[in-house]
């Protein structure tokens, strides 16, 4: 990191202050203020860091001006066209794309840890049949913790490592047995013959009492999702992650974290929103109103599966995803969904409006991989599921650098205080 100077002037006192800047390999500069409070007494003010650069960071880089993703500095377009899930995993978690005899150690051990505890698969019941997936897999990944102890030593490399083994082996049987809870279908265990998302696809659809034959262009469409969720930088549920696993936590707990945070609606539960939204939009002669909609300022309704923090151009992601869309659909023979030629217009439509020209919003990574989990026979409330597969792998990867970093702090943001100043007691009797 090379480092130049940036100064700040006072204008109550005219003094300058020099602060230091970092210049990363690409991207912006980052001013460093992390002395600033003791040298000048204060804060600064960032809701929802817009311009605050949390970490230092060597795993994911965005361009969100130019729509450019990239993963350890591979475009993530040559990895979804190239690569696969277990590749695209080691890249982010150890840096370099493994050798072949790396990638096949890699993906032999992630293979061969896909079972969960027993006990582990008796908490599904615990849950009453219709809560929701995410609500069971924050739960029970928060609950690992209490059964593998040889992993939550975090001072310890091999702990880690194993750790992360476990955890992205075993995600997808803690999200296939929330799902066959909900729908009250026996559970399915993991073949460890199956690739990763072969596996997944029949922990998901077969049932005991019958074949069940994997589609190929289902499992290839999921590797291509899962690729493409797999890192973003230090988006709400990694930042999530990475604070909760400053104070020390397991990292069961941190992931779980992660999990919370990927839920909601502006965040991972977007592809669930979407697909509910374009069910309401229904036709697109209706696409207007809801364009309107969006426009108002008095109504809380947002397109969703559009904008976002950093893009201010396409999602790289979403383009990706749309060709799938094509693909899938045309496997199985479904080439005029409605929902697909609704959201085909809906984003033709918006990017031709003034308002979401000069607001530079585009669909996101979200818009149209909803559509795609619908073919498969995924239903909506387990679409942030799979995300949560997914970006685990990233969770992890920052989880790792985090935890390995000498310098690293416990994350302790400051605050803009705006509630009353100091003032007396007054006993109960005596309040008005
Ligand atoms: N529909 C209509 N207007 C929008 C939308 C939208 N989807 N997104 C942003 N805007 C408008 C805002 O009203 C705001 O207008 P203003 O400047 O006149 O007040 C402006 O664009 C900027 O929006 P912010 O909410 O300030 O942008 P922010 O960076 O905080 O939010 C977010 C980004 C949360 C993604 C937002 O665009 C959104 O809510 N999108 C819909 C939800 C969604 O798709 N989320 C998934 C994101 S991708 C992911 O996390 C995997």
Redo the contacts with the bound molecule.
């Keep these: 990191m090379t480092i130049k100077r940036y100064e700040l002037k006072n204008l109550q006192t005219n003094d300058i202050l020099t602060l230091d800047a970092h210049e990363g390999s690409i991207g912006p500069d980052v001013i460093d203020i992390s002395g600033l409070y003791a040298k000048e007494g204060a804060f600064t003010f960032d809701p ?1 860091f ?1 311009a605050t650069a949390s970490c230092e960071s060597k795993i994911t880089f965005i361009d969100g001006e130019k729509g450019v993703l990239m993963y350890r500095g591979y475009p993530v377009g040559q990895l979804a066209e190239h690569s696969n899930f277990l590749e695209v995993a080691a890249l982010l978690l150890y840096g370099e794309l493994p050798t072949r005899s790396q990638l096949d150690a890699f993906t032999h051990s992630i293979m061969h840890h896909t079972m969960i505890n027993e006990t582990l698969l008796r908490f599904f019941n615990g849950f009453h049949y219709d809560a929701h997936p995410m609500a069971m897999v924050s739960g029970v990944v928060g609950s690992m913790s209490a059964f593998y102890h040889d992993s939550t030593d975090i001072s310890n490399p091999e702990h880690r490592e194993i750790f992360a083994h476990r955890i992205i082996a075993k995600i997808p049987t803690v999200a296939a047995a929330a799902y066959k809870h909900s729908i009250g279908q026996p559970f399915i265990y993991p073949r460890n013959d199956l690739d990763y998302c072969g596996n997944l696809l029949n922990m998901f659809f077969a049932v005991p009492c019958d074949d069940y034959e994997i589609d190929p262009i289902a499992a290839e469409a999921l590797d291509l999702l899962f690729i493409l ?1 797999a890192d ?1 930088e230090q ?2 549920s990694t930042s999530t992650v990475r604070l909760a696993g400053s104070s020390g936590a397991n990292p069961y707990a941190a992931i779980a974290a992660g999990v919370s945070a ?1 839920w909601g ?7 669930e ?2 697909l509910r939204m374009l069910e309401t939009i229904g036709t697109t002669a209706d696409i207007p109103r809801f364009i309107k909609k ?2 108002d ?1 008095d109504d809380p ?10 893009y201010k151009n396409y ?1 790289p992601r979403a383009t990706i995803i749309r060709k799938m869309c094509h693909k899938v659909l045309e496997r199985i023979g479904d080439n005029d969904n409605p929902l697909f030629e609704l959201a085909l217009k809906l984003e033709e439509m918006a990017l031709n409006d003034d ?2 020209v000069e ?1 530079k ?1 585009y669909p ?4 149209y991989s909803g559509i795609i989990y619908e073919a498969l026979g995924i239903p909506k409330s387990m679409f942030t599921v799979m ?1 949560a597969i997914a970006r685990t792998v990233g969770w992890v990867a920052h989880w790792q650098e985090m935890i390995a970093d000498p310098g690293g702090r416990i994350g302790r943001p400051r605050q803009l205080y705006t509630g009353p100043t100091e003032r007396d007691y007054v006993a109960v009797d005596q309040r008005v």
């Design positions: 929802g817009v969720h973003h988006n709400c990927l609606p502006a965040h991972g539960g977007a592809n929103a979407v969006a426009k300022k309704f947002r397109l969703m599966g559009f904008g976002h923090r950093v999602d308002y979401f607001k919003l996101n990574v979200d818009f995300f």
